[in-house]
């Protein structure tokens, strides 16, 4: 067969615009005289994809974040995302300076955070993060919280 005639058809077949006569096998006189009367289909265009990092795929804080299991030195603080992204929480006793931080290796869609060696019955400020949104590679964070920790030997009271 012709190279010519066989990119002709191969294009035509990748396009999907190949009609059942044209994808039988023909002789390379046949293919010529028929691929000058073949009509090319056009068609649609694909719906438009937004660039990564966007506001429409932007990692976001769906839910939380929620402040769980509180004792005298411990707290555990839960966020979820839309999509896969990290896990950061800023956190300390001084509204205008959170310079402590906890975190995990990875996040995921739901994060946890378990601080330790808190001060019993204090005060303690937090914003939680997830950054580097998977595909998107953008950051959320939550307004500045607070919980309190309960007086020293005092239990949690979830069960």
Excluded at 5 to 33: F, K, Y
Excluded at 55 to 62: D, K
Excluded at 89 to 116: C, E, F, N, Q
Excluded at 134 to 156: D, I, L, M, N
Aim: charged fraction near 10%; avoid cysteine; charge should be negative.
């Amino acid at each position: 067969m012709n190279p010519v005639v066989v990119a002709l058809v191969i294009g035509l077949a990748v396009s999907g615009a190949l009609n059942t006569a044209a994808e039988q096998e023909v002789s390379p006189a046949a293919a010529q005289s028929s691929s000058a009367t073949q009509s090319i289909q056009q068609l649609p265009a694909p719906a438009p994809v937004s660039p990564i990092g966007t506001a429409n795929n932007a990692v976001q804080i769906t839910n939380g974040p929620v402040v769980e299991n509180v004792t005298d030195t411990t707290a555990e603080i839960a966020w979820s995302t839309n999509v896969n992204a990290g896990t950061m929480l800023h956190y300390g006793a001084d509204p205008s300076h959170l310079d402590l931080t906890a975190g995990m290796p990875w996040g995921g869609l739901t994060h946890r955070v378990i601080l330790k060696d808190l001060k019993p019955n204090t005060t303690y400020y937090f914003r939680a993060e997830s950054s580097q949104g998977q595909g998107t590679g953008t950051q959320a964070q939550t307004e500045q919280t607070s919980f309190q920790t309960k007086p020293a030997g005092v239990a949690s009271q979830l069960r």
